[in-house]
């Protein structure tokens, strides 16, 4: 009789653990899948097709006296014009104005502000220079240059037609342009060119977005754990004050989005695209998520704890301050970096409040028009040119790295604070 | 002799459940009193009363008066603060903070700014171990963690820690029951020098305990006080029966 139950338990235990293997080897699996083609699709990001042009230019048309440049000189510069007369060179026989304007195609657009921007930062002084520098190809020939380009299609539905498949090909054979490292990416803001577009504009915008969060949410969340947990009386105010902090958690991101919009745009009137506004807004998102947390790692502290504390004479908030809060630390620390996550990788309510801009300058201040990292993957997704397809799976790549470092800086600071008893 | 508490008519009630009626009994300063009776009798209840650990209970409420030298605990001057570094506690299961040996101690007097420089903490620290008879134990590693030390020992650095406060009372619920006899003779030989300048209330399940180290015992039962008397009397001439019942080990 027992021994035939044993049997049908061990059975029943064995199931339960192959189901239980297979769900965590499903879960992995479509892990592994999902970061491989993200991975497949954007590795090539990482290379930008560059070419090499020898320029020679006479810096006295914009330096000032005393050999400086001056930048409104600068502007007015012609340096598309020197890159394309150094390019020319490379293909003399090209001298109709419409194969000229399919010449200057294979280039970025924004290779003459590159160079201007190169020639700045050599400060030469004044005279005459010949110096050869590494610009950007498009986009069109950086994708073609990495096989992402099908050339079986007809030529009048491809982005790159065979005369500049020629050119470009016969620029690789001189050995004057090739992949190489693409720095630009993890250097540059946005940009309508992909080659001159990069993640560190949206990068420095979740940062700035992410410590206002932190610095909003956690003293608030915490001092709010610890008057529910210690010092609400019970009663219907208590029980309606704990209902809608769950409640909160619960709603959806964008209304947080059309909140920050309604109070902090209309009302107070600060800034719109700001980092200073997102944060205030993904604070109050995850505000419910580390009120929730922390009162969890607060109630698992013992109570005997608390009341030696009071036994002794300690006021209420001293034994919550002095010892329970130090012992509730970690969780609370967990609670709040899984709510920084969570708000890393928002989208939603930021674009309510104008976070979705187009915005080419890296951010520098809290009120500074700035972007963030999802909204920036969302907005490159959407756009139309194959090479910003490669680099929103690049950023994605690094939008996961950014969160798996926050989740083992979790698993970190929790092993740090953890006191044995 | 002086009486340290006077309480008369004591009801404490957890919200409609009564958990003890009608308790009136004075305690004498500088003896140990000990509280006794089956579990669930409310002898922790009262205990709890006296230094108003009972105010951080949910609807937990006191009727009924406590007067601790002839100052009413639960008067409105009265700042529960104030009265718990006058009376100290030491719990049941030993609960030092997960801090060093000297933090632990000098915790309180730190809190209530009984040390005016690091020299006189240090001071206050060392005679607070010296006096729970730990000093020579633990002088060597007063910046080990205190939970490292034995259940024991443990125990000893939270009386230490309640003396380090100067209280006049040291209530002590059940503090031997997680202990070996060894540890448990050294604690009562503790109370028995401690009892000279302070006054002692302990709630022991132990009737050997409560025989061996006090002088008046008390004896609860389901909420009611049965028997109030010197130590002596309730274990040789009971006038209830049943004292009578629970001294013998008949019932609890």
Redesign the interface.
Known sequence: MIRKSIQSRRARETRLKIYGITSICFALIMLATLLISIGLNGYSALQQAYFKVDISVNTEKFVDDSGAPDNNKMNLFNWDGLVQSALREFFPEVKDRDEKKELFAIISANAGYDLKEIIKKKALGSGSHTLSVWLHLSDDADQYLKGRLSIDIPEEDRRINNKQIAWVNSLVERDIAKLKFNKTFFTSADSREPESAGILGSVIGSALTLFVTIMFALPLAVMAAIYLEYFAK?GKITDFIEVNVNNLAAVPSIVFGLLGLSVFLSTFGLPRSAPLVGGLVLGLMTLPTIIIASRASIRSI?P????????????KM?AAL??VLP?ATPGILTGTIIGMAQALGETAPLLMIGMVAFIIDIPTTFTSSATAMPVQIYMWSDSAERAFYERSSLAILFLVAFLISMNLLAVVLRKKFE??? | MTSKFITKKVEVSYGDKKAIRDISLDIEKNIITALIGPSGCGKSTFLRCL?R?ND?I??CSIKGSIHLDEQDIYGPDIDP?????RV??V?Q?A????KSIFDNIA??PR??GLASNDSELKDIVHNSLEKAGLMDEVKDRLND?A??LSGGQQQRI?IA??IA?SPEVILMDEPCSALDPIATAKIEELMNELCESYTIIIVTHSMQQAARVSKKTAFFHLGDLIEYNDTDKIFTQPENQKTQDYITGRFG
């Open positions: 019970p013992p005997s704890i608390r009341e030696a504390a009071l036994g002794l004479g300690a006021s001293q002095h010892h012992l006191k044995k008893w | 230094n650990m951080v949910e609807n603060v104030e009265l718990r570094a100290g506690m719990f299961k609960n030092p903070f997960p915790y309180g809190i209530h963690q939970t490292g939270c820690r309640a406060v």
